[in-house]
């Protein structure tokens, strides 16, 4: 792992794997640009068109006097992580309440589960004022699981998160459990044996259409988005202002974002090993003719020994409605995908991760996926970056030792419940307004010096992908 987290982390490739989202890209959005050459003077540029970036913008042009913003984005906007991952609006808080109530003690341990549970909820909620089509689902998910360790683990959570906050059972720890029958009969998992299911609430949604929908509101109110122009460089200045190096020339800023996720050890030497890349996969399944013909009420995870699937079915009457998502796999690479790790190369995709994800949905279902559609299983693939921390944190906050340089980055596999919250957390921090987050705001999230100073201890803290860790 060592080897892997220095690999030097590079500018988002170009030619990336075309995701499912993303096709077509956005007509109006995907290769805007506010004018030929980047301005000369700006009050702060965020470097980024994620999600993280986009509200960060959204949230600035929220406060009085934000003055000028840029947005720089290296390839077309949102064709990153965001624009390339499962949709799946899903906190599982019960998997990492345990290690975290044990590492950072319990009251961290709630205000995470919080945030998480909160997130989702105003993600869904934004999207709904917004009238922003994204094909947003709201509703449940299942974990199958097929390990009885797993299984005992994840029962004694949701018992510790019960306890822990009796006042949220029919929210944050609203949890039913189900047996091995009912999760054949309800959930329709007649493949391989599982231990049983736990369900809870949740929902999907087009990250890509979701984040393609603010970035129109945000252009729209101020916002100037240089698509297709790398920030190839941030240098502080004499006077303390800051200046980013692009492919349309130089800007000075009062201040800069990275709102740059697995990609920010390229601008900010600091986290170089501290973000990790780490590469994800999807395959879009169309689906086995013994699917509901109304579709899977739920969305899914698979949870086993070492690793796990997140699944996502279309919603009705959305583009291929019924199609299922199914990303994961991780482990049943070589070197139990080790070499996923600090690599930015999202132009191609793992043979060994694409054969493995594309058995999965017979594997899963049994005689409920039935035949294969028509024109056969698989309708696309595609891989994603993300950033990994060694505490499994996402990094928020002013980057220590350089004013005026903040950062919200590294949201593991799980930052559509993280990063809303998060971009409105760092604009306060932004405003000078830290002390009204000590309320909700995990201290664990914040970006320090101590936090810097902590290595990978051997493979990758990954307590949402429930990987063991392995020397
Ligand atoms: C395959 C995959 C599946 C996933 N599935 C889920 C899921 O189902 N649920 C979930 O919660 N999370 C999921 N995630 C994680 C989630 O997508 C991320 O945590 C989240 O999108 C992070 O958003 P972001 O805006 O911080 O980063 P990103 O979306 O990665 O945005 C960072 C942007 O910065 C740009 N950039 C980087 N460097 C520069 C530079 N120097 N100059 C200009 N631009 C630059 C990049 O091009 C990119 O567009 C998945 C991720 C992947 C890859």
Not at 168 to 179: E, N
């Amino acid at each position: 792992m060592d080897a892997r987290s220095a690999i030097p982390v590079t500018l988002p490739r170009a030619n990336p794997t075309i995701s499912y989202w993303q096709e077509p890209p956005d007509p109006e959005i995907a290769d805007y640009l506010s004018s030929k050459q980047v301005p000369e003077i700006a009050d702060t540029v965020i470097i980024g068109s994620g999600i993280t970036g986009t509200f960060v913008a959204w949230n600035l042009l929220q406060t009085p006097d934000h003055g000028k913003i840029v947005m720089l984005e290296a390839r077309q906007a949102c064709s990153g992580a965001t624009g390339r991952n499962g949709g799946h609006t899903k906190g599982a808080s019960y998997r990492s309440f345990h290690d975290n109530a044990h590492s950072i003690g319990t009251e961290e341990a709630i205000k995470i589960a919080r945030l998480e549970y909160d997130n989702i909820k105003a993600v869904h909620a934004f999207a709904r004022e917004h009238n922003i089509d994204c094909d947003l689902f709201s509703g449940d998910t299942v974990d199958i699981i097929y390990d009885q360790a797993q299984w005992d683990t994840g029962v004694k959570s949701i018992e510790a998160m019960r306890k822990a906050m009796p006042e949220l059972l029919d929210t944050v720890a609203g949890y039913k459990i189900w047996s091995k029958e009912e999760a054949k009969e309800k959930f329709y998992a007649k493949g391989e044996e599982c231990v049983g299911a736990i369900s809870y609430e949740a929902g999907s949604l087009s990250a890509y259409k979701f984040v393609i929908g603010v970035l129109k509101m945000v252009v729209k109110s101020g916002l100037e988005l240089f698509t297709n122009t790398p920030a190839t460089k941030v240098e502080k200045r004499e006077d303390g202002t800051w200046s980013v190096q692009t492919s349309r020339g130089v800007v000075i800023a009062k201040r800069v974002v990275l709102a740059t996720n697995g990609y920010t050890g390229f601008l900010c030497e600091k986290f170089q090993g501290k973000i990790v890349p780490l590469r994800g996969q999807i395959t879009a399944h169309r689906p086995g003719t013994n699917q509901p013909v109304s579709g899977l009420p739920t969305t899914y995870s698979f949870i086993y020994k070492n690793g796990y699937e997140y699944m996502i079915p279309r919603p009705q009457g959305t583009k291929y409605a019924g199609d299922i998502i199914m990303g994961g796999g991780l482990v049943m690479a070589k070197d139990e995908g080790l070499n996923e790790f600090g690599t930015t190369d999202d132009t191609t995709i793992n043979e060994e991760i694409s054969s493995y994800l594309t058995a999965t949905t017979p594997r899963y279902f049994g005689s409920n996926w039935g035949d294969d559609h028509e024109d056969s299983r698989i309708r696309k693939q595609w891989t994603g970056i993300m950033g990994y921390s060694p505490d499994g944190f996402p990094f928020i906050g002013e980057v220590p030792g350089e004013k005026n340089l903040w950062m919200a980055a590294s949201f593991q596999g799980h930052g559509m419940v993280l990063c809303f919250l998060c971009a409105r957390a760092l604009v306060a921090m932004m405003g000078g307004e830290e002390e009204k987050l000590a309320s909700w705001f995990p201290e664990a999230f914040k970006v320090s010096e101590e936090r810097l100073k902590k290595k990978f201890a051997g493979r990758l803290h990954t307590k949402h992908l429930d990987i063991e860790t392995k020397p």
